[in-house]
Every structure is written in C-alpha cells, then in structure tokens.
C-alpha cells in the first residue's frame, strides 16, 4: 500500500515562530504537494515539486517555502507563523502522469496563536 | 483558469439509496483529467475514480460510477446503494492541462454527505 506520512497530526505554534511540516511518500513517487484546507474554500495548492530540488508556486505560496532534497521527502515551512495560516495541511504525492491519482497523508491540523 | 463548482454543501440520504453529487467544471483546455475524492471524518483523502476528457466511456469502480457530460462541463459522482460508511466530505476536482510539470489538480468545495439508516 502507498503510504504517505506526516510529521505531525497536531501542532500549536506561537505567532512569529519558524514551523516545520514534514512530509514522506514510499512509493517513488517523482511528484509532492502541499496543500491547506480550510472550511468552505476547499483544497487550495500552496507548492509542489516534481523532481528533488525542483519546486513550483501553487495557488497560495505566499508566506511558505518548501525543500525538497530527497525524493522521497517533502517539507513545507512557514517562515514566520501568523494566526492566518492556522489551517490544516495535506500532502501528496503522485507518480507523474496525468491519469494518475495524488495519495494523501493523514494531515496535519495546525493552530498559531 | 481552472475552476471547479459542486453546488450541493450538504446532502442527506436514506441508506440504500442511490446518490449523485454534482459537479461543473470551467476551462478551455481540451484535454483534462476529473477526481472524485473522499474524507471521511478521520481526514484522509481516499481517491475514488478517475475520468479523461477523452475517454468515450463514463468511468466506474465498484458503486462508483462518474456521469460524464463533456458538453455540459459537469462529471457527477454517483454512488450506488448508499452505505453508512458512505458518510463522508466528497471533493471533485481537475487537473488540466495535461503538461509534464504541472500536474496540480484544482478542488471545488465539497459536498458533506450523511446517511442515515
């Protein structure tokens, strides 16, 4: 089975603090995703990668980076937390190809405070 | 752009019922692939059924079954013989277009289904 693991189910963090999620596939899967999810508005695309090194802006990138430097390894930083990016955050991964599905991790459910 | 429409916030149905939930999509792109996926209360993301804009057939997986108008722009999820397990948020959504490196897909909203028995 695919199995796709976050670092975290829950997190707390303090306004201004530096925040690490971390994201691992199984699988050899060449593409990764970060994703929030947010009541109403659906999944919104924050960044994806779709080779190590290699990243690409999503709908959402502003106040996040990522690094992706080992393919199996995705990490999605908040450089400098704020109460708006209280939210939970899906990763992803896919093989490439566009009738290939995207496997999900379990989420982690972040607040800022 | 994309965009990705599923009207129906909420649903409620009887168990062993058949459902449908919609979905409309938007883009000039003619070739496109359509999701459904499921989160259950857990969180999860479960994929459910995959359909390309040009397969000739609707797509089907167990009592799933996607009702794929390609003129209207709407790929419906249908479910058979609705379960309790069923109850769950269901996502519709697209990836187009098909180019190497840009595979993001796009979601709509969610409808929140519950069954009841």
């Known amino acids: 089975d695919v199995k796709v693991t976050q670092s975290s189910r829950y997190l707390v963090k303090r306004t201004g603090e530096k925040v690490f999620l971390e994201c691992v596939q199984d699988?050899?899967?060449?593409?990764m995703f970060w994703y929030r999810q947010d009541p109403g508005l659906g999944l919104r695309l924050i960044y994806f990668?779709?080779?190590?090194?290699?990243?690409e802006k999503g709908d959402i990138p502003e106040g996040y980076s990522v690094s992706r430097e080992k393919k199996e390894r995705f990490s999605l930083i908040l450089e400098s937390a704020s109460t708006n990016q209280t939210s939970m955050y899906l990763c992803?991964?896919?093989?490439?190809?566009?009738?290939?599905?995207?496997?999900f991790g379990p989420g982690t459910r972040l607040t800022v405070t | 752009a994309q965009k990705i429409t599923q009207t129906q916030p909420g649903m409620f149905v009887q168990e062993k019922e058949a459902v449908t939930l919609d979905c409309t999509y938007d883009?000039?792109?003619?070739?496109?692939?359509l999701f459904w996926y499921k989160q259950p209360s857990s969180g999860e993301m479960i994929f459910l059924i995959y359909?390309?804009?040009?397969?000739?057939q609707n797509a089907t997986e167990g009592r799933y079954s996607l009702n794929f108008q390609k003129a209207r722009k709407s790929a419906n999820l249908v479910i058979s013989a609705s379960q309790l397990g069923d109850s769950a948020m269901y996502f519709c959504?697209?990836?187009?277009?098909?180019?190497?490196?840009?595979?993001?897909?796009?979601f709509g909203t969610g409808t929140r289904l519950t069954i009841i028995p």
């Open positions: 992803a991964s896919s093989y490439q190809g566009f009738s290939y599905e995207q496997y």
């Open positions: 699988m050899d899967h060449e593409n």
């Open positions: 990668s779709y080779d190590v090194k290699m990243k």
């Open positions: 883009t000039s792109d003619q070739s496109y692939g």
């Open positions: 359909q390309g804009s040009y397969d000739e």
């Open positions: 959504a697209m990836r187009a277009p098909l180019d190497f490196g840009n595979e993001k897909l796009t």
